[in-house]
């Protein structure tokens, strides 16, 4: 079936790692993205790519990066610049904005708990 | 900037009752609408969308919304409401025109009462 797989689902990390979290998808989409969820916040946006070897930043980049190498993988790294890693990570894909209607397509969701 | 409000953090309603869910966007020109419900621990599902046309679209599970653009509203309805419908919902607005922007409101967690 196709879809989007998000591993693990839960990840813990000391204060001072840097650990990353895959992402991928077998539904041939461009765009990839990952979203940070805190309770009561709604989903922010860390960073998208459009295409393989481009991505950008959204609104919470700081702290992250990302690669997009391949058309299926978007791993996200949360590096020890994060101040403030534990929350949940979700990715989704979509089908570029130029092919008409689109909708994102989500993951399970990695769970980052810093200890 | 986009945005989008969902002014209820969370509701309360009783099994076999009406729900209504409200969202209201800022957005210039006609943006794309979605509605996901997440159950907790896992990821989001997508219960419907508008894009153009009839402003009155069909979901999933039962539920509907309805595109108000004098209103910039897409408030989400189902007429009777079950027990596994408990979950959190967010709204969401796509800018299109080559946009890659996806914002999600904050979201409203819907509890029901057997």
């Known amino acids: 079936d196709g879809g989007i797989t998000q591993s693990p689902k839960y990840l813990f990390r000391k204060e001072g790692q840097n650990v990353t979290l895959s992402c991928e998808q077998n539904?041939?989409?461009?765009?990839m993205y990952w979203y940070r969820q805190d309770p009561g916040q709604g989903l922010r946006l860390i960073y998208y790519s459009q295409i393989v070897n481009d991505f950008q930043k959204g609104d919470i980049a700081e702290g992250y990066s990302v690669s997009r190498e391949k058309k299926e993988s978007f791993p996200l790294t949360v590096t020890s610049a994060q101040k403030n890693p534990t929350a949940f990570y979700l990715c989704?894909?979509?089908?570029?904005?130029?092919?008409?209607?689109?909708?994102?397509?989500f993951g399970q969701g990695t769970r980052l708990t810093v200890v | 900037a986009q945005s989008v409000t969902q002014p209820d953090i969370h509701i309360t309603v009783s099994e076999g009752a009406s729900l209504e869910l409200r969202c209201n966007y800022s957005?210039?020109?006609?943006?794309?609408l979605f509605w996901y419900v997440q159950s907790p621990g896992q990821g989001l599902q997508l219960l419907l969308k508008?894009?153009?046309?009839?402003?009155l679209v069909q979901g999933i599970k039962g539920f509907e919304a309805e595109f108000k653009r004098s209103q910039s509203s897409f408030n989400l309805r189902k007429p009777s409401v079950h027990w596994s419908d408990a979950a959190e919902y967010f709204c969401?607005?796509?800018?299109?025109?080559?946009?890659?922007?996806?914002?999600f409101g904050k979201g409203t967690k819907l509890s029901v009462i057997p």
């Open positions: 957005y210039g020109a006609t943006p794309y």
């Open positions: 969401a607005v796509y800018s299109g025109a080559g946009s890659y922007q996806l914002t």
């Open positions: 989704a894909s979509s089908k570029s904005p130029g092919e008409g209607n689109t909708e994102a397509f």
């Open positions: 508008y894009f153009s046309g009839d402003t």
């Open positions: 539904l041939n989409h461009d765009a």
